[in-house]
């Protein structure tokens, strides 16, 4: 490889440039600084206006290694000046750089080394995208999934993803030979000459070669993001251009037999190239969307059914609804599309199933695809709900704004009679500096929406501060009965043109800006960017733009990242873990103090919970902490001390608490200090292997063990209920026998009770009454556990069997509870109400096991639970052998142990449901056998021994 200057380069790179005289000279210099020197530029100027064929050819003057050449006319597009300077290029290899990016120092290196390795024809980098407007140097990495390690291919067939995500010509390098061997060139006055020139090359090419360095900076404008609000009729033609290089790649890819590579490039077409044209619809006029969805229609009407099978529900519908120009449904439906937890529609309820609207039911396509039951918006609260605000007028004067809305109403989730107040919030997006609020005067029902109106009086109330907050965000909050919903304020064909009357005063004068104008976020919603009219107003911001990169300036910059970087390192995992290990060296002990935790903070529930209301129960006076995850806590009493996961407070509670008691884990990196108690209660027996028992673990490197096995090490007790949980869980745990608690759990303790009661548990009573469960029906239990992907993770739970066939054949006789695992979700279909109730989001399961009469379950530990209430269980194994196989194997063959009927089809499970007197009789021996074999010190006493040891007068806490 040669690295001078001789006859022949090793790359040509060909610059192309179009009245872009400011930043050519830095693209052409990054070829110059390349760590390969024997590089040649090429300037191809696309016959410019602006002086930049000038300073092209000043440029080859400075360096024989550039030449200049330029075009006779405007090309009008990108892809002419390429093929010039391929044409004109000497060196053995070609890339391609627009005069507005760069190339990464190596990036001529990392390509030929790689090309002469594996003689490739092609070598593809990673291109990076500079967002060169974003203040924290925002990047990211375009498709950075196929560039993970150096890969050779033999033909683009066996990486479809390669052709049909990374379509740039740009990060590539190209066997200068093998583009003109196979009259490689770009189409000629078309956009998207990119799409067609790297199929023609990925299919042409006989070896591709994929490096994992970063090649290619492009730099992106974010701003531009923001909605034009003018009707954009000429984008039409964006769109003709897009569908035609598709047609010519689709008979490239038809001529060479490549279906399988077509059907990729289809399923790409709808989930990206589609939506970017969806996106803007709702800001276009009639004339454009009529010829646009005759167009689109025209592309995808032959696209096999198959494409379609990855689009979410939403995508599915939208395309649905383009090809039938419902653009009164569509265009709600866009803006769910674009903000994929808004709900956008007021949705129909028929035939026990949610749909997006009424219309199209009678085609049975259109009743698949409008079906949006799985979605689950009919099952939330209006809190938890984000609904589509759309501004339905606009209307300035100097004061203020006057602003009117119509809330979508999803199934009426909004009563008539519901108490209803608002207030609208003007918030600064960056840092969320400052907000204002102003009572929303007018709020009332009409037909399906909320319809609201108030005037903003922005001239007098809002005060920015000028420059720091220029960009404003607009959110409504509408309290329904005392609960809010937030939602952002969505501009469609909303005329915001000629807007920006309304004067302001910042903080800073108005030298910095003197007016507010409306715009369109790039998600559709209005916001509003500070401007300066007046001279003053626009001399000063010129002043303070172009001194942004003065030394003060910069230096002041400086200052704020590292006040910036100061907080989040703060709050960074490495530093609150390094704290909380001076913390234990440091503070004292608090004597009596507990932190309580249950599923990592998931719930308030099981043993922790059971322990820690028999220590209230007796009035022992600990302070007692409770974590809690997520952003709000849920389902704990009002009267506990409660400490957010992670948060500063939680790491001192740990840091100071004299016991720890938890059924999962605290964080694993937290050392545990030599005078604190940790009482892991755990959460099940064991059924699949866990702990050093997994293989995952045996083959973790030797380092990751210990650190586990450490953290493991911290427990200095640990509950066991039978001898199975000694010879699994102890031994996979690698715990001593003096860590062991041989009290059973203190969960069961109330199974345990109600096996020897003949009334109802007043938890369970409670449970029934408010989910509407009727007592004069048995209760069956369906409680699933979750299962994993196969590369880790975990799948979204479906129904083995058909929800509505159980309810049909069953709903009269007995109720069926549903509790999936607290890793998955489920939603019913409101055709099963009242017969198949969800019990998922209960804390705490034990109020529900006592309920239920009869339990379904497969391999989810709460058999060796329910076992205690002798009541009887169906085993419902369908995916006994990918379960078996696939996972990390099992301490015991539930088929022959099994205290109840193991089943494998949905039949079979309705034929064992048939009988429910015959399965309650026909297996009480097994049932008396398992609960023995599992759960023998589960006496109903569990809770009290524990507080006896720790908490009691003569305890340890004492």
């Not at 990206?272 to 005759?294: C, I, M, N, Q, T």
């Not at 009424?358 to 009743?367: N, Y």
């Not at 001194?547 to 703060?570: G, Q, T, Y």
């Not at 993770?793 to 509790?819: M, Y």
């Amino acid at each position: 490889m040669s690295q001078h200057h001789d006859s022949t380069p090793d790359i040509s790179v060909v610059v192309i440039v179009y009245n872009d005289a400011e930043r050519l000279p830095t693209a052409v210099q990054s070829v110059l600084d390349q760590t390969l020197h024997n590089v040649e530029v090429i300037v191809a100027d696309d016959h410019s206006t602006d002086g930049s064929f000038d300073v092209a050819q000043r440029l080859a003057a400075a360096s024989d290694r550039v030449r200049a050449i330029q075009l006779p006319e405007n090309s009008g597009g990108c892809g002419e000046p390429r093929n010039q300077g391929i044409q004109v290029a000497r060196g053995r290899y070609v890339m391609f750089l627009d005069s507005d990016d760069t190339l990464e120092p190596n990036a001529c290196r990392n390509m030929l080394e790689a090309a002469e390795r594996t003689g490739a024809d092609l070598v593809s980098g990673l291109c990076v995208r500079v967002h060169i407007d974003s203040r924290t140097g925002k990047t990211q990495k375009w498709y950075h999934w196929l560039y993970k390690e150096t890969r050779t291919f033999d033909s683009v067939a066996e990486i479809p993803d390669l052709m049909v995500f990374d379509t740039l010509s740009t990060n590539k390098c190209y066997r200068r030979e093998f583009l003109l061997e196979n009259n490689l060139t770009f189409p000629r006055g078309i956009h998207y000459e990119d799409l067609l020139f790297s199929a023609q090359a990925y299919l042409a090419a006989s070896k591709i070669t994929l490096i994992p360095n970063t090649v290619y900076h492009w730099n992106v404008v974010e701003k531009a993001a923001e909605k034009s609000i003018s009707n954009r009729r000429n984008e039409i033609r964006n769109f003709a251009d897009r569908l035609e290089i598709h047609r010519r790649i689709d008979r490239i890819l038809a001529a060479e037999g490549h279906d399988a590579l077509k059907l990729h490039k289809d399923r790409k077409f709808l989930k990206h190239d589609l939506v970017l044209y969806l996106r803007d619809l709702p800001f276009l006029d009639d004339d454009y969307r009529h010829r646009f969805a005759e167009m689109a229609r025209g592309y995808i009407a032959d696209f096999p059914e198959e494409a379609y099978e990855e689009l979410t529900p939403i995508h599915r519908l939208c395309a649905y609804l383009l090809l039938r120009e419902d653009w009164e449904h569509l265009m709600p439906a866009i803006d769910t599309l674009t903000n994929k937890h808004k709900v956008s529609s007021p949705l129909v309820q028929k035939d026990g199933r949610i749909f997006w609207c009424e219309q199209h039911l009678d085609d049975p396509l259109g009743r698949a695809v409008l079906d949006v039951t799985d979605l689950g918006y009919h099952d939330r609260p209006v809190h938890k709900l984000s609904l589509r605000n759309a501004v339905t007028r606009y209307a300035e004067n100097p004061a203020g704004v006057a602003l009117a809305g119509a809330l979508v109403n999803p199934l009426g989730v909004v009563a008539p009679d519901a108490r209803l107040e608002g207030e609208l919030e003007f918030r600064a997006r960056r840092k969320s500096l400052q907000s204002f609020r102003f009572p929303v005067r007018v709020i009332r029902h009409e037909g399906e929406s909320i319809t609201w109106e108030t005037v903003a009086p922005l001239a007098q109330k809002l005060r920015p501060v000028g420059i720091i907050d220029d960009v404003w965000d607009v959110r409504l909050h509408l309290k329904v009965d005392g609960e809010t919903t937030i939602s952002k304020l969505t501009v469609g064909q909303t005329d915001l043109e000629g807007a920006g009357e309304i004067r302001i005063r910042p903080r800073l004068g108005r030298m910095m800006a003197d007016r507010i104008q409306p715009h369109a976020t790039a998600n559709g919603h209005l916001a509003f960017r500070l401007t300066q009219h007046g001279k003053l107003a626009q001399r000063t911001s010129a002043l303070v733009q172009n001194n942004m990169h003065s030394a003060p300036a910069e230096a002041a910059k400086k200052m704020l990242r590292k006040a910036v970087a100061v907080r989040k390192d703060l709050n960074s995992g490495p530093t609150k873990i390094d704290a909380y290990h001076r913390m234990i060296k440091l503070l004292p002990v608090r004597k009596g103090t507990v932190v309580f935790e249950s599923h990592l903070g998931k719930q308030y529930s099981d043993s922790p919970r059971a322990i820690y209301e028999e220590i209230k129960r007796r009035g022992i006076p600990v302070k007692a902490i409770w974590s809690y995850a997520g952003a709000k806590p849920t389902g704990f009493p009002k009267d506990v001390e409660l400490v957010r996961r992670w948060s500063w407070p939680y790491l001192r509670a740990l840091a100071q608490a004299e016991f720890w008691v938890d059924n999962q884990g605290f964080p694993l990196k937290l050392a545990k200090r030599p005078e604190t108690t940790y009482i892991q209660t755990w959460h099940g027996s064991a059924l699949k292997r866990m702990g050093f028992d997994e293989p995952f673990y045996r083959v973790m490197p030797e380092h990751e063990q210990q650190a586990y096995q450490k953290a493991i090490d911290r427990f200095d007790h640990f509950v066991v209920r039978g001898e199975h949980d000694e010879k699994t869980l102890a031994r996979a745990y690698r715990l001593p026998e003096e860590k062991l608690l041989r009290t059973g759990y203190p969960r069961n303790d109330a199974l345990v009770r109600a096996r020897e009661s003949a009334t109802l548990d007043p938890a369970a009573e409670e449970l029934a009454e408010r989910l509407g469960i009727r007592r004069d029906k048995p209760v069956v239990l369906y409680a699933p556990t979750f299962r994993a992907k196969t590369g880790g993770g975990v799948r979204n739970f479906e129904f083995p069997f058909d929800v509505e066939e159980f309810a049909e054949r069953f709903g009269d006789r007995f109720t069926l509870l549903i509790r999936t695992h607290y890793l998955n979700s489920v939603t019913l279909p409101p055709s099963v109400a009242g017969r198949v109730v969800n019990v998922s989001n209960e804390p705490d399961i034990t109020p529900v096991l006592l309920l239920s009469d009869v339990m379904i379950t497969d391999y989810s530990s709460v058999m060796f639970d329910y076992s205690l209430l002798q009541r009887p269980m169906v085993f419902f194994t369908y995916d006994w052998d990918d379960y078996v196989n696939n996972s990390r194997g099992t301490y015991f063959d539930l088929r022959e142990q099994a205290p109840g009927p193991v089943v494998d089809t949905a039949e079979e499970l309705f034929e064992a449901l048939s009988d429910l007197g015959a399965l309650a009789t026909g297996h009480e021996g097994r049932l008396k056998e398992f609960m023995t074999q599992y759960g023998e010190y589960d006496r109903g006493d569990a809770a009290a021994r524990i507080v006896d040891r720790f908490f009691g007068d003569q305890g340890e806490a004492r």
